[in-house]
């Protein structure tokens, strides 16, 4: 089956040749997509390697396990090469975008690879300053330096946040930008709740509180979901069933989902 690809910048790349807090993301991530890299990432990545090694964070066998992780990941990608047209792009994308030159050509590249048609593409970054002028240029990011698995997309301005996939087990969020994680989440925290868990219209009524206070659109609760584990003034565990505050609960709130 051939799988979709996905630019991956190589910040995302080096937590696939060394163990560290975004490793098992990046391989779930993998799972999932075919890489497509900068011609450049290679060294960028091997330069992370030695650096670990020299400072001491990896020992002669870590360092010797990483870069022949580095090896077999490059037998399986596509890489975009270098060309005039990468460059000149990177150099615009400078002056639109706070980025360091290196990062202008992982950009540069990604749009090149997709003909600077972004749109339902996928870009993958550790990187927050890279993933915040990836999603500005119209990519679907995601940043695994994020502590929650949320993919951030280019909207319109007027189009509220909201759930753009609810896969088993783990809702996929599309934001505008990064910042609207910590203002949603600061909106939803600001929203009273009042009620037990036998308070069945406490809940409609904080719902709606939470639609309008986010700019939601209205979504119908599902029919015969019983209220669990509901405390007064703490956000009840059934609002996890509705879509709009799936994500509220998991990407904003970092509650389980049920």
């Not at 330069?47 to 037998?75: K, M, P, Q």
């Not at 000149?88 to 002056?95: D, M």
């Amino acid at each position: 089956m051939n799988k979709e690809p996905w630019f991956w910048d190589s910040s995302a790349l080096v937590p696939l040749c060394v163990d560290e807090i975004a490793s098992r993301k990046a391989q779930l991530q993998l799972r999932n997509c075919s890489q497509v890299v900068w011609w450049g990432s290679p060294v960028e990545v091997h330069s992370a390697i030695a650096r670990l090694h020299r400072s001491g964070e990896l020992t002669d066998a870590e360092r010797i396990g990483a870069v022949s992780r580095l090896e077999v990941l490059g037998t399986r990608w596509k890489e975009i090469l270098p060309a005039d047209s990468v460059r000149e792009l990177a150099r615009r994308l400078l002056e639109r975008y706070e980025l360091r030159a290196a990062d202008a050509l992982q950009l540069s590249a990604a749009l090149t690879w997709c003909r600077e048609r972004p749109a339902r593409r996928t870009f993958i970054s550790s990187d927050t300053r890279l993933s915040k002028a990836a999603v500005g240029a119209g990519f679907s990011v995601v940043d695994l330096s994020l502590k929650h698995n949320c993919r951030l997309s280019g909207l319109a301005p007027q189009k509220p946040p909201g759930l753009i996939e609810n896969e088993p087990g783990r809702p996929r969020c599309s934001f505008s930008s990064l910042s609207d994680l910590e203002s949603l989440s600061a909106r939803v925290k600001a929203v009273p709740f009042h009620g037990n868990t036998r308070a069945v219209p406490a809940h409609a009524a904080y719902r709606s509180a939470v639609v309008e206070a986010c700019g939601f659109q209205p979504h119908e609760p599902q029919p015969n979901v019983t209220p669990l584990g509901a405390v007064e003034g703490h956000i009840p565990s059934w609002i996890n069933y509705c879509t709009i505050n799936v994500v509220l609960a998991e990407a904003l709130l970092a509650l389980p989902v049920v």
